[in-house]
């Protein structure tokens, strides 16, 4: 019998705490770097200097993925629902993409999903074998 490792909420706050002390870590050096231009807003996420980063900055460098990536212009919310979507198209279930997407409740993850044909082909044909042991 093969194990499968998956992550634990321990392992994952783990794995969390560690990547952000990295992260912390940069962030003093680049505050050394950068000297008496460091702005200090105690900013987890900033720029070189210590600004905030700007409003669009994550819309642009989501449409510079898009463009090199040759997809055309969509919302990062529109990837949400496709994700949701694959997803759930690979039978993984429905918390785990819960989990994924980050929702408190399943009823939410519900509202994302878009059932694909097939899937519910598939589940046509599971109650008729359930019912009646046919495909």
């Not at 321990?10 to 912390?24: C, E, I, P, Q, S």
């Not at 870590?25 to 050394?32: D, L, N």
């Not at 694959?86 to 918390?95: C, P």
């Amino acid at each position: 019998m093969q194990m499968v490792w998956r992550w634990s909420r321990d392992h994952f706050a783990w794995f969390l705490v560690t990547a952000l002390k990295t992260h912390r870590a940069t962030q003093v050096h680049e505050r050394m770097i950068a000297g008496s231009a460091w702005h200090d807003g105690d900013f987890v996420w900033c720029q070189l200097s210590g600004r905030p980063i700007g409003a669009h900055a994550d819309w642009d460098e989501w449409n510079a993925l898009l463009k090199a990536a040759a997809i055309r212009r969509v919302r990062v919310h529109d990837a949400r629902h496709t994700a949701a979507t694959l997803l759930l198209a690979q039978r993984v279930d429905q918390r785990v993409v819960m989990e994924i997407l980050g929702h408190s409740q399943i009823s939410m993850t519900s509202r994302y999903a878009h059932v694909l044909p097939h899937v519910m082909v598939d589940a046509a044909e599971r109650i008729g074998q359930a019912l009646w042991g046919e495909t």
